[in-house]
Structures are given as structure tokens and as C-alpha cells.
């Protein structure tokens, strides 16, 4: 799966799939993912971003997601700055650190990982009994002092005289061995410490013993059986009068569904959870090796980019589930299709990169791009079904196309844009020429800035028909652009430019006023008081003043408060929850109204349902317009009313083009429609002239 295909967990927010997801959602070591936040270049907070459940049962935490730590804890930095560095220290570095730790009075044994730049996984343990085990070591003089101490942990006994090596009976229980058949082989270190760890666990003994210190040792061991066991040790000396070490007693715990988890946890961060392959940020830091060994050896890299082709009417036709089986397929394809010296790397979707090393001249790498294509156009036979895709290629040669990973990756992906334009189920060696779509681009950027200065965008207007009255209760603006050059151009032609050029804030604050004033001026030409819907963009809330710009529009139209609705996206939600969250509650104080769009095409995760003021859920048309005749979107709609009703929500249906579906709405207790089949998006004054005709008698 990608990793927008989350599943929901058990706490409530959004969490990783299948096995995977399985394992961390059951683990008993505790999972938090977050993300830091910098203050001056550096860090000074972090937030949740997803816990496990095992993460709420040790530590009493719960509804962390969203939530500063400082929140969460007030205090943390101050009481325990140096585990807050070493946060920060990883997610700069990408470096794992373990270290342990007290918050909330708990001891905890954590190991940080960084999956992607200023996030982090943490995953820990309880070791609140261990430290007090190691605690009550140092005050103990006797075994059997002890071992009542440390109940549940086993007992050793180290010689230091003779070298003998004694083992409480707890110890061969914790392991579901027999104290009575003990093999000779636990009689010394040496003998039941594994090889590879005896060296390491022998200079942390006598470092111990030669410094007065308390030990605290992690090795593996080894059981009668060959099972390989890692146990945590803890211990403390005795000592004669003239300072001869005489003996060692210590503790064990084991903790290898702990080291397990660790590893597990360590694939996650660095592999494409859906087909295991490295993931884009395992593959960008092996493309910068490749390079830097290319420019020694004075060799080349080729950097192959690849999208399947038509993925979407995969997914569309037969489900999100086929289409995962499809990638795993593919993604086992374009391996048997490299060397061991290449790589491979999901990017996410249906994007794959290929990374070839050892390059002398372009035949090799034509001969792989040929292999590939080949190999992924054979008929894939999937769960009875026998499935048909392409894939087009782009490719972009280091250091001929460029210099950086990020431009040599940019020029690949222009390159695979090239090969599916022209159709697709083919390779395209990247050239200048390519560059052209780059220079639109800045066209359009420029030209954008003049549309907002000359007056070239307009708003239409899309009646949303209340269900049970058949009345038309609001109308959703939506953005078009006039351009003496180009035309009428839709939203999907520019949005993302203006979004990339910071010029969707000015052009968000125009729509605002221009959509109250024009649902003012509907009331002032006597037509009934209507809900105004207007989509907003993540930029707003992280560039503009959004609550101003809100407040100023309602107030220089008249406008009520509660006429005016903004739509978010679900990934606004998440993603830009430390943005959004303060806005959305400020600005549902006034009485204006919040609606979630596309609902049900983002994250799974509904956990902000909770903490957002929200009125309204619009259904995705995609799952709207093939309801009558796809099953599966029939009861992802069903499922979503019956949802929102349980949550005193009302919801929209997006895309209506037949009365069929019409029907089957109402008769599922949707609250509104809207869709082609009452009106096309209108102009103003045509959206005028069809509200008089519906309001005629």
C-alpha cells in the first residue's frame, strides 16, 4: 500500500497496513511517530503525529494526537532537557540513539529512529521495576536479598575468583528451561554469551569491576536449543578489604520482543511498507552514494523514474486492494529485472525509481530501460483476474543532466511526463527540449500575478439542493480564470501554481470577498438567504492571516457569519493540524460553518472529527457517480451517512448527473446534493436568473 492507504488503529489515528501494521498496533513496546518543530534553526518542541496503542497503556497518556509535548507534559523541557537534545540530535542526523529517561515518574528505555527529515519514531519500554531491580542490586549484599528484590528476573551469581557462573532458578524459567538439566555450557560467560557479543560483553564487565561501577550490559545468549535469546543485565561488585574484586551479582530481564520490535520498527523507517522496497528516502541517500562513487571511478548513473500507466482505472474499476496486489507484482518485476548493484525504490503511488550504477555508456542502460518496459507489459495474473499495465519511463543521466540528486531526480520525472505523453509503454532519455513544460510553468506563474492585478478571475456558482425540501439552501464557489491568452482556464490548470508561488493566499482573500459580497448583493435582488461554501487551501492557514482575511470579507459584504462555509481537505486536517486546529475553533466561534470536502478519498484516520468543529461532510463524487452500478462505493457512501448522522453531521453528495442516484441518496438519508444534474457551475448573474425560476410557484 502507499502510505496514504493507512488503516485505522485501535488509538484512533491513522496507522500502517497489513503485517505491518499488525505488529506495531499489537506490540507491547510503546510507539510514538512525531515531528519536531524549530525555533531559530532549533528544536523546540515536537508533535504526535501517531501513537500505538501500547503507547496510551504505558504511559496513561491518551488524545496526544496533534498535541505539543510541552502540552502533553507542561514542564518536560525544563526537567529533562538533555532527552529533548537527543531528539533533535536524531532528527538531524537520521542517526538511532537508545538512551533512557524519567517523565511522568517512569522510567523509560527509548530508541529513536528518524524515518524522513524532522520526523522521528520512537519506540519504548517501561523499565520503571528494572531501575528499581538495579537500584535495589546496589543495596543488596546477598543473593537471597536479592532475589526476593527481583522477583521475575533472573539471578546470577559470577565467581569472579574462580570464574564460575550460578544461575537462580528464575533465570531458566524466564528462557521454559529446566533449572535441574542446566547444561554445563552456563557454567561461564564465555559458554553462554553468543560469539559475536563475547568481546563487547567481557570490556563492559571489567570495565565495571576496574571503575567500582554499576554494570549494565546488553549481549545475546545462547540457549541448549540454538535459540538465540538478548537479555539486559544489570549487576554490582563486592569487594575485599584490600579492593580485590570477589564477586558479581546481578539481574537479567529478557528483552528479545523488545529487539525484535527495534528491528522491525528500523524496516518501517527505511522501506515501503505495501512491497518492502527502500522507501524515497533510502533511495535519494543511495543515489547521492552512487554519484560520489561514479565521479571516483569516472563512471556514470543512470536514474530511471517510472509511472505505471493508467493505474488509476485499476483502483477505479476493481478496488484499492487489487490494485496493492498489482504493485507488490510490479515491484517483484523490476527486481528480477537489476543487478544487485542497482536499486529499486517504491516513491510512493504507482511511482517507482530505478537506480543504475556502473555506467559506461547509454546501451546498458537502454537495454534495462527496454527490460523493464518488457517485463512490466506481460499480462499479471491476480486473484482470478488477468490484469493488463504499462509503464512509462523517464531517464536522466548523472552528471551529463545534472550535477544534485534533486535536479538529476526533477529531470527524470520530466522525462517520464515526456514518454507518457506520447503515449506511454515506453523510455524517454531527458533532453533540454523537455524543459519547455518548466518554461509554461513560469509563464503561467507570471501571468497569474497579472490575472489577480487586471480582474481576469471570476467566480461560478453550483446550486446545493437540500434532499427532503428540494430547495436550494447555499451554492459553492468555485475559481475560474479568464485569460486573454489561454482562455477559459479551470482550477486543476493552476491552482497548483499558485499554490507553489505563494500566490493562492491574495487569490484566496479575493475569493472570499467577492463570494460574500455576491451572496449579500442575492439577498439585496430578493432571492432567499443562501449558504455560501468556499474551499480553502493549506497555504492560507500557513501564509496567510486567515482569520483577518475571513473576518474583513464578512465584514465589508454584511455578510452573516453563519452563511458563510469554508471547505477543508482531510489532509489539511492532519498534515496542517498545528496550523488549522486554532484558526477552525476561533472562527467557528463566530458562528461560521466548517465543512470537510473529497471526504473519504484522504486518511482513514478520524480522529480529527473529534477535535475540529465540523457541520458538514461532502462524499467524494468518485464514489458518488458509480454507486449505482460499484457495490463497494454504494456502501462507502452508505457507510459515511450513517456515520455523520451518528456524529450530528449533515452530508453533501458531490457530482449528481443522474435521478437514479438522486433517489438512492434520499432514500439513504443524505442531507444535499449537488451535482450537473440540477445545474452546471453558473456565473453570477445566470446563477441569479436560475434561482428566480426556482423559487417561482
Not at 488477468?386 to 522525462?415: E, W
Not at 442516484?661 to 457551475?681: A, I, M
Amino acid at each position: 500500500m502507499s502510505p496514504n492507504d493507512s488503516v485505522k488503529s485501535t488509538s484512533g489515528v491513522a496507522a500502517l497496513p497489513g503485517e505491518a501494521g499488525t505488529i506495531v498496533e499489537h506490540m507491547l513496546n510503546g510507539m510514538a511517530y512525531c515531528k519536531m518543530l524549530f525555533e531559530d534553526g532549533q528544536p523546540c518542541d515536537f508533535i504526535y503525529l501517531y501513537t500505538n496503542p501500547a503507547f496510551e497503556s504505558l504511559t496513561g497518556l491518551s488524545d496526544v494526537i496533534g498535541r505539543r509535548v510541552t502540552d502533553v507534559i507542561p514542564g518536560i523541557l525544563e526537567s529533562d532537557p538533555l532527552s529533548f537534545e537527543i531528539y533533535g540530535r536524531v532528527a538531524r542526523s537520521g542517526k538511532p540513539e537508545k538512551f533512557e529517561t524519567q517523565a511522568l515518574g517512569i522510567w523509560f528505555s527509548i530508541t529513536v529512529y528518524r524515518p524522513k527529515l524532522e520526523h522521528f519514531v520512537a519506540v519504548f519500554d517501561v523499565i520503571t521495576e528494572h531501575k528499581q531491580a538495579e537500584r535495589a542490586l546496589l543495596l543488596a549484599n546477598e543473593r537471597l536479598s536479592l532475589a526476593q528484590r527481583t522477583a521475575g528476573a533472573g539471578v546470577w551469581d559470577w565467581n569472579i575468583l574462580n570464574g564460575t557462573l550460578t544461575w537462580s532458578d528464575e533465570f531458566f524459567h524466564l528462557f521454559g528451561l529446566d533449572p535441574a538439566a542446566a547444561p554445563a555450557t552456563f557454567d561461564t560467560w564465555r559458554s553462554v554469551v553468543h560469539p559475536d557479543d563475547l568481546q563487547r560483553a567481557e570490556e563492559v564487565i571489567f570495565t565495571s569491576i576496574r571503575d567500582h561501577a554499576p554494570l549494565f550490559n546488553e549481549y545475546r545468549i545462547i540457549l541448549p536449543n540454538g535459540e538465540v535469546r538478548w537479555i539486559d543485565a544489570f549487576g554490582d561488585t563486592t569487594f575485599d578489604a584490600d579492593g580485590t574484586a570477589q564477586r558479581m551479582i546481578g539481574i537479567c530481564i529478557d528483552t528479545t520482543a523488545r529487539k525484535q520490535a527495534e528491528v522491525q520498527i528500523e524496516f518501517l523507517a527505511h522501506h515501503d511498507l505495501l512491497t518492502q522496497l527502500p522507501n524515497r528516502f533510502v533511495a535519494k541517500e543511495r543515489l547521492k552514494m552512487a554519484m560520489a562513487y561514479a565521479d571516483r571511478a569516472d563512471e556514470n548513473v543512470a536514474l530511471l523514474f517510472l509511472d505505471l500507466d493508467k493505474f488509476k482505472s485499476i483502483n477505479d474499476t476493481l478496488g484499492h486492494n487489487m490494485g496493492d496486489l498489482l504493485l507488490v507484482e510490479v515491484a517483484r518485476r523490476l527486481q528480477a529485472c537489476l543487478r544487485e548493484t542497482d536499486t529499486v525504490s517504491r516513491q510512493g503511488g504507482d511511482e517507482f525509481l530505478v537506480i543504475l550504477t556502473h555506467i559506461h555508456d547509454l546501451a546498458a542502460v537502454t537495454g534495462s530501460a527496454a527490460k523493464i518496459v518488457e517485463a512490466l507489459a506481460a499480462p499479471y495474473e491476480i486473484d482470478g483476474h488477468i490484469l493488463a499495465v504499462t509503464v512509462s519511463v523517464g531517464i536522466a543521466i548523472y552528471p551529463n543532466d545534472a550535477k544534485d540528486t534533486d535536479t538529476l531526480m526533477q529531470r527524470a520525472d520530466t522525462a517520464m511526463y515526456h514518454a507518457k505523453g506520447t503515449g506511454g509503454n515506453d523510455y524517454t532519455f531527458f533532453s533540454e527540449q523537455m524543459n519547455v513544460a518548466v518554461a509554461v510553468t513560469q509563464a503561467v506563474r507570471g501571468e497569474l500575478r497579472q490575472a489577480l492585478a487586471g480582474g481576469e478571475f471570476a467566480l461560478h456558482y453550483q446550486p446545493q439542493i437540500d434532499l427532503a425540501s428540494g430547495r436550494v439552501i447555499g451554492a459553492e464557489a468555485l475559481l475560474r480564470w479568464h485569460s486573454p491568452k489561454r482562455g477559459l482556464v479551470l482550477p486543476d490548470e493552476f491552482i497548483s501554481i499558485a499554490e507553489d508561488c505563494g500566490l493562492i493566499v491574495p487569490i484566496g482573500e479575493w475569493v472570499l470577498q467577492e463570494a460574500c459580497r455576491q451572496a449579500v448583493h442575492w439577498q439585496q435582488a430578493g432571492l432567499p438567504e443562501l449558504t455560501v461554501a468556499v474551499n480553502l487551501s493549506a497555504m492560507q492557514f500557513r501564509r496567510g492571516n486567515l482569520q483577518q482575511s475571513v473576518v474583513q470579507a464578512l465584514s465589508a459584504s454584511g455578510l452573516a457569519p453563519a452563511l458563510l462555509e469554508l471547505e477543508l481537505t482531510e489532509s489539511l486536517l492532519i498534515v496542517e493540524a498545528e496550523y488549522a486546529l486554532e484558526a477552525v475553533r476561533s472562527l467557528r466561534s463566530l458562528g461560521i460553518r466548517f465543512a470537510i470536502d473529497d471526504f473519504g478519498t484522504g486518511y482513514s484516520s478520524l480522529a480529527y472529527l473529534k477535535r475540529f468543529p465540523i457541520d458538514k461532510l461532502k462524499i467524494a463524487q468518485a464514489f458518488v457517480q458509480d454507486m449505482n452500478t460499484n457495490p463497494e462505493d454504494a456502501a462507502i457512501v452508505h457507510a459515511i451517512i450513517q456515520m455523520a448522522r451518528a456524529l450530528n453531521l449533515r452530508t453533501v453528495a458531490e457530482g449528481i448527473e443522474t435521478e437514479d442516484t438522486v433517489e438512492h441518496l434520499r432514500l439513504h438519508h443524505c442531507d444535499e446534493v449537488q451535482g450537473n444534474f440540477f445545474s452546471r457551475p453558473l456565473p453570477a448573474e445566470e446563477f441569479q436568473h436560475f434561482m428566480l425560476a426556482a423559487t417561482q410557484p
